[in-house]
C-alpha cells in the first residue's frame, strides 16, 4: 500500500512539473520503477500507458487554458507516434548507452542556450509569430518519439529544448502543443510494447495510480504555464534541461563519475540556476509592461494581422 501511495505522488510531482515546463513525467517515473526492480520493457510500457490517460488530461486542461498550436501538435505528433512504435516494437533492445550521452551533449547545448537567451535577454521576438515548418517537425517528431519508447521517456526533453530554441512560439504554446501531442505518441508506444512485450510483465495497479496522481495534477500545471510570464518560464525550463542532462552525462559509461563529483555538480547546477531565476524575476517586475504573457500573446497576433491587412 505504501509503495503504491509513493506512486500515486510521484505521479503528481512528476505531471505537474511536465505540465508546467514541457518535461519530466517519464523520465521520472521510469526512474522510480526501474529503481524498484521494473525492467526497462516493462517500465516503459507501465509508464506510456499511464500518460495516455494523464496526457489527454493534459491536453485537454492546455487546451481550455489556450495554450496549444493545433498546427504544431498535427506536424510533430503524427511523425512522434510512427517514432514510438518502432522504438517500442523492434527496437526497444537496442542498447542506447552510447546514443544517450550524444543526445545529452545536444540537449544540453540547447539548454544552455535557452537559459542564457531567456535569463539575459528575455523571450526571443525576432521570430515570434512565425509558422514551424513540417521539415522541422517532422524529423523532430521522430526522433523524439524514438527516445521516448526506448528511454522510457524524452519526448518533452527532445521536442521542448529545440522548438523553445526556434523563438517561433511562446513558451506556454510550446509546453501546451508538446503535452498535447503526448498523447498520440503515448497510444503508439503502448500499442508497440504489448505487441513486443504482451501484457504480463505489466503491472497495470502500478498504471492506474500513476494514472490517477498524473490526472489530479494536469489541471494545476496547465494553469501554472498560462500565468507564468515567457522569461522566468524560459529559465526555468533550461535550468531543468541542463540538469537533467549533465546527470545523464555523469552517469553514463563515457564519465561513470563518483557520487561525490556528481552530488558537487547537481548543487552548482542548482545554485546557477536559482541565480538565473532570481535574476529573470528581477527583470520581469523591472519591464512587466514587455515582459507579460499579454505583452507576448500581443506580439504573436502581429505577423497575422499584417498578413490580414496586406
Do not use: C, Q, Y
Given at each position: 500500500m505504501r509503495a503504491l501511495i509513493l506512486l500515486g505522488l510521484v505521479g503528481f510531482v512528476a505531471q505537474l512539473v511536465d505540465g508546467s515546463l514541457g518535461m519530466a513525467y517519464g523520465v521520472t517515473s521510469t526512474t522510480l520503477l526501474l529503481a524498484v526492480g521494473t525492467n526497462a520493457a516493462a517500465a516503459s510500457a507501465t509508464v506510456h500507458l499511464a500518460e495516455i490517460g494523464t496526457t489527454l488530461a493534459s491536453g485537454?486542461?492546455?487546451?481550455?487554458?489556450g495554450n496549444?498550436?493545433?498546427?504544431?501538435?498535427?506536424r510533430i505528433g503524427v511523425p512522434g507516434a510512427?517514432?514510438?512504435?518502432?522504438?517500442?516494437?523492434?527496437?526497444?533492445?537496442?542498447?542506447?548507452e552510447v546514443a544517450a550521452p550524444v543526445m545529452s551533449i545536444i540537449l544540453l547545448s540547447l539548454g544552455v542556450y535557452i537559459l542564457v537567451?531567456?535569463?539575459a535577454f528575455g523571450l526571443?521576438?525576432?521570430?515570434?509569430?512565425?509558422?514551424?515548418?513540417?521539415?522541422?517537425?517532422?524529423?523532430?517528431?521522430?526522433?523524439?518519439?524514438?527516445?521516448?519508447?526506448?528511454?522510457?521517456?524524452?519526448?518533452?526533453p527532445v521536442g521542448t529544448p529545440a522548438i523553445l530554441a526556434s523563438g517561433r512560439l511562446a513558451p506556454r504554446k510550446v509546453i501546451g502543443s508538446i503535452d498535447a501531442s503526448e498523447f498520440i505518441v503515448a497510444?503508439?508506444?503502448?500499442?508497440?510494447?504489448?505487441v513486443g512485450i504482451g501484457s504480463e510483465n505489466i503491472n497495470f495497479s502500478w498504471v492506474a495510480v500513476l494514472l490517477v496522481g498524473g490526472v489530479i495534477a494536469a489541471p494545476i500545471a496547465a494553469w501554472l504555464v498560462r500565468h507564468i510570464p515567457?522569461?522566468?518560464?524560459g529559465s526555468a525550463v533550461g535550468g531543468l534541461i541542463i540538469l537533467t542532462n549533465v546527470r545523464t552525462l555523469l552517469r553514463s559509461d563515457w564519465i561513470d563519475a563518483p557520487g561525490d563529483v556528481q552530488t558537487v555538480a547537481y548543487l552548482a547546477i542548482a545554485v546557477l540556476w536559482a541565480a538565473a531565476l532570481a535574476y529573470s524575476i528581477r527583470e520581469y517586475r523591472r519591464d512587466k509592461a514587455n515582459e507579460t504573457v499579454e505583452a507576448?500573446?500581443?506580439?504573436?497576433?502581429?505577423p497575422e494581422e499584417e498578413t490580414t491587412s496586406a
Open positions: 485537454i486542461s492546455h487546451w481550455r487554458f496549444i498550436d493545433w498546427k504544431v501538435v498535427a510512427i517514432g514510438a512504435f518502432a522504438g517500442a516494437t523492434f527496437l526497444s533492445n537496442l542498447s542506447t537567451r531567456f535569463t526571443p521576438r525576432g521570430n515570434l509569430g512565425k509558422p514551424l515548418r513540417r521539415r522541422f517537425l517532422g524529423p523532430l517528431g521522430l526522433v523524439a518519439g524514438f527516445v521516448d519508447a526506448t528511454g522510457g521517456g524524452g519526448w518533452g497510444i503508439a508506444a503502448s500499442i508497440g510494447f504489448f515567457p522569461r522566468i518560464l507576448v500573446e500581443a506580439d504573436l497576433r502581429k
